[in-house]
C-alpha cells in the first residue's frame, strides 16, 4: 500500500515483531519509522505506550487474525485520542488453540465497541471479527489490493525463472504462503506424492515455524528432490511467472492476496473450499473440497495435460477491486479525517 498512497501529510510509523529485512527496507524506502516490538507482555506494554504518547497519533490501524489478544486496542484508547481502526484479515486465529478462540469469543464485542472504523478483506473474516449480524454501516469491506501492472504476464519472464530454477520442460505446481498450520502445506505434499506426473515439481514459497518439519515430510516421502523451498522472496510477481500451476489447500483464509496474485498473471488456481470465494475474479479458478484428496490429484492432472494459454488478466483484477490504487484511494480518504 505505501507504494501506491499519496503520502502528502501522511507518515506512516510501524509496530513489528519478528526479522523481515526486505519489508523493513522497503518501508524505510518509503520514509516509514519502523519500531521493533520487544518479546514479552510487560516490555511489549511499556515499549508501546511510550510510542503511543510520544507520537501523539491521529490514526491507529490495527491488523488482526482474531479478537483473543486485544492489548494493543486497549493501550490505544487509554493512552491516546487516536482514531482506532481493526483489520480483520482472516477467518480463524492464527494459532486455533481452545483458548485463543474462547477469547475471541469474549472479546469481539468488546473491538467493535473500542474501534471507531471497522474493516475486513472479505465478508467472512467481517463476520469472524464483528459477529455474523454485522451491517454495512460497521464494517467496510477493503479488498487486499495489488499492484496489477506489477504480476501481468510476460512470457520472457517466465523463461528467465524457469532457467534460473533449473524448471525447464517441467510441470511446475507452485504455492505461495507461511508454513504454518493454516497453509496446509501437510496436505499438499500428500496430495504431490501421489501425482503419476513424470516431469512434476513442486515450488513452495515462503518461510515460518513448520517449514523444517514440512521438509523432513518430502524426504519421509521420497519426494524431495522434485520439491523447491525457496524461502521468503521479493520477487513474488517474477516466481509465479514460472509456475503452470497455482495450488492453495488452505484450512482457512480471510482472503488470499497469494491468489489474487496468481490469477493477475493468469495462472490457473486449484484452491480449498475454505478459501472466500469471493477471491475469484477470473474463470482460471477451481474450488475444491479437502474431504476428498482424490479430486485434488485428479484436478491436477487435468491441469497437466490440458491445452492452456496464459494471457493478460489486468483488467479482471482492476474490475473487480482489487487493484491497490482503489485501496489507497479510500484508505487516503480516512487518514486525512480529523
Known amino acids: 500500500m505505501t507504494k501506491t498512497i499519496d503520502k502528502t501529510n501522511l507518515q506512516f510509523d510501524f509496530l513489528m515483531r519478528g526479522d523481515n529485512s526486505y519489508m523493513e527496507t522497503a518501508l524505510k524506502n518509503y520514509g516509514a519509522n519502523i519500531y521493533k516490538v520487544p518479546s514479552g507482555i510487560t516490555n511489549y506494554y511499556k515499549f508501546v505506550k511510550n510510542i503511543l504518547i510520544k507520537n501523539n497519533y491521529d490514526f491507529v490501524h490495527v491488523h488482526k487474525n482474531s479478537a483473543a489478544n486485544i492489548v494493543l486496542p486497549l493501550m490505544v484508547k487509554k493512552f491516546t485520542n487516536a482514531k482506532l481502526i481493526v483489520h480483520s484479515h482472516n477467518t480463524s486465529p492464527s494459532g486455533g488453540s481452545k483458548i485463543a478462540i474462547m477469547l475471541h469469543k469474549i472479546n469481539k464485542n468488546k473491538l467493535m465497541q473500542l474501534s471507531d472504523y471497522r474493516f475486513a478483506c472479505s465478508d467472512t473474516a467481517a463476520a469472524w471479527m464483528f459477529g455474523d449480524d454485522y451491517t454495512?454501516?460497521?464494517v467496510k469491506i477493503i479488498k487486499n489490493g495489488i499492484i496489477t501492472k506489477d504480476y501481468v504476464y510476460d512470457p520472457k519472464v517466465r523463461e528467465q525463472i524457469r532457467r534460473q530454477l533449473d524448471l525447464e520442460d517441467k510441470f511446475v505446481i507452485g504455492h505461495v504462503g507461511a508454513f504454518r498450520e493454516q497453509k496446509n502445506h501437510k496436505y499438499l505434499l500428500d496430495v504431490f506424492s501421489k501425482l503419476d506426473i513424470p516431469n512434476a515439481e513442486l515450488?513452495?514459497?515462503g518461510d515460518g515455524i513448520l517449514r523444517e518439519k514440512i521438509a523432513t515430510q518430502a524426504k519421509e516421502l521420497g519426494i524431495q528432490n522434485k520439491v523447491k523451498f525457496l524461502g521468503s522472496r521479493n520477487d513474488i510477481n517474477r516466481i509465479l511467472q514460472g509456475f503452470d500451476l497455482f495450488v492453495m489447500?488452505?484450512?482457512?483464509?480471510?482472503l488470499s492476496v497469494s491468489a489474487v496474485e496468481a490469477q493477475a498473471s493468469g495462472l490457473r488456481l486449484i484452491l480449498s473450499q475454505n478459501v472466500s470465494h469471493s477471491i475469484k475474479v477470473t474463470s482460471n479458478v477451481k474450488f475444491v473440497?479437502?474431504?476428498?484428496?482424490?479430486?485434488w490429484i485428479n484436478?491436477?492432472?487435468k491441469a497437466s495435460t490440458a491445452t492452456y494459454?496464459?494471457?493478460d488478466e489486468s483488467e479482471s483484477i482492476v474490475k473487480s477491486g482489487y487493484d491497490m490504487s482503489e485501496t489507497s484511494s479510500y484508505l487516503r480518504k480516512i487518514y486525512q479525517e480529523k
Request: glycine letters at 8%.
Open 289 to 295: 473440497n479437502l474431504d476428498d484428496i482424490g479430486i
Open 249 to 254: 489447500p488452505s484450512l482457512w483464509e480471510g
Open 309 to 311: 494459454k496464459r494471457k
Open 136 to 138: 454495512d454501516k460497521q
Open 299 to 301: 484436478e491436477i492432472k
Open 203 to 205: 515450488v513452495l514459497v
